[in-house]
T-cell receptor, first 110, second 113 residues
């Protein structure tokens, strides 16, 4: 079964720190990877996507992809209490189908 | 711009009842999806569609049916509801292409008792 595994949580970091979220995938056919943020009781919202090896930065967020190691990560710099949410890693396959990990709960405490 | 609209937002069903979850998008996206999310878990794909008249099964299709008669609408039918179908259901749509964002509806919280 094609799976996406996220590092076990929950993760708690102090305000201003770097939060590191990790994800591994088993399907080498996955071409793109997505990080979604989900607040409690809400729908997922896209933070970033990446499909090339290396780093991709957008503001306080950096996504990293290593296809050889089948590893995806998300770094959140200068973490804020408003970043507290569940973060979902997803691999994209044919026809835009997404395979989600189980999510990592992040809490940023003041 | 409404995006992806799901109705209803909440529903309680009795075991054995049937219902249809509605999903509509106004972005002219060809690709549409139904996912379910159980408590503390990620989303799992139930069914998807790549255009009007074309649907296919995802990872967890048992107990569900879909149809896609128009580009805009993608209803999900639950027949003979079971407690195992208690979940939050999300509809999503996206355009074709690599690394394209999928837009999610607000979800339908379904409880089967």
């Amino acid at each position: 079964q094609k799976e996406v595994e996220q590092n076990s949580g929950p993760l708690s970091v102090p305000e201003g720190a770097i939060a590191s979220l990790n994800c591994t995938y088993s399907d080498r056919g996955s071409q793109s990877f997505f990080w979604y943020r989900q607040y409690s009781g809400k729908s997922p919202e896209l933070i970033m996507f990446i499909y090339s090896n290396g780093d991709k930065e957008d503001g306080r967020f950096t996504a990293q992809l290593n296809k050889a190691s089948q590893y995806v990560s998300l770094l959140i710099r200068d973490s804020q209490p408003s970043d507290s949410a569940t973060y979902l890693c997803a691999g994209g396959t044919s026809y835009g189908k997404l395979t989600f990990g189980q999510g990592t709960i992040l809490t940023v405490h003041p | 711009n409404a995006g992806v609209t799901q109705t209803p937002k909440f529903r309680i069903l009795k075991i054995g009842q049937s219902m249809t979850l509605q999903c509509a998008q106004d972005m002219n996206h060809n690709y549409m999806y139904w996912y379910r999310q159980d408590p503390g878990m990620g989303l799992k794909l139930i069914y998807y569609s790549v255009g009007a008249g074309i649907t296919d099964k995802g990872e967890v299709p048992n107990g569900y049916n879909v149809s896609r008669s128009t580009t805009e609408d993608f209803p999900l039918r639950l027949e003979l509801a079971a407690p195992s179908q208690t979940s939050v259901y999300f509809c999503a749509s996206r355009a074709a292409g690599l690394g394209v964002e999928a837009f999610f509806g607000q979800g339908t919280r379904l409880t089967v008792v």
